[in-house]
């Protein structure tokens, strides 16, 4: 998780640390790519904090750190999972510039909820996100997920989907919304395996490429491999 352990946002089903922000680390592009390098990996999914308080939202400093990563590694791939960075196009380019190979923003829940559950996002602005990271960069993935048993219905779990969908989204995950704390926003119900199952059928039926569904999912779970999937599929669909 890059810039810092602190969040600038109070989303109340998130347990990332609320206390003060820090400057970022200047050195942290290079210590990352160490440690990358050091491990070897082959696909890199990186996160990080929300950070209202950095005029381009951190954009220029989460683009260094993906030039360093593939300054060594030229071969390595890349998924970023960014914040709204609070609307702004500009920073979102800047971000974009770095070339990651997929570009991952959860949605998190229904819009319905947004209020109880990210009272500083906006649900709007967060499919504006994946949508002008498809007008930017076509050659980027678009990925996006969703937190299950938050008191959303079926009908708003679908709209969702479509939403993302038409908004360019491409991979999806779907997960049970487990509470960090009995401070943080209640969990109003646990959903059967057969759900998830059937929200799955139903997000390919929609057009995504890569999905995974199921109680234990998070944004990360099989990351190279739905991108994969989701390669494969979209060139098939290309020739044909």
Known sequence: MLLGPSCTRNCTFCAVDK???MKPDRDEPNK??????AMAIKYCVL?????DDLSDGGAHHICDCVKAIKKDRPDILVELLISDLAGNRNSLTTVLNAHPEVLNH?????????PQVRPQAEYSRSLSLIHNTCQIDTSIITKSGLM????????????TLNDLFDSGCRILTLGQYLAPSKKHFPVKRYVPPEEFEYYSEEAKNIGF????SAPLVRSSYRAEQ???DTIRLMDNTNVE
Not at 47 to 51: A, E, F, G, K, W
Not at 209 to 212: R, T
């Open 209 to 212: 490429c890569g999905v995974a």
């Open 226 to 228: 739905l991108y994969r």
């Open 32 to 37: 990352i790519a160490a440690a990358i390098n």
């Open 148 to 159: 299950l048993g938050l008191g959303e219905s079926r009908k708003e779990v679908l709209k």
């Open 19 to 21: 206390t003060t922000v």
């Open 47 to 51: 996160t990080m904090v929300t950070r």
């Open 106 to 114: 959860n949605i998190e829940t229904v819009e319905r909820l947004y």
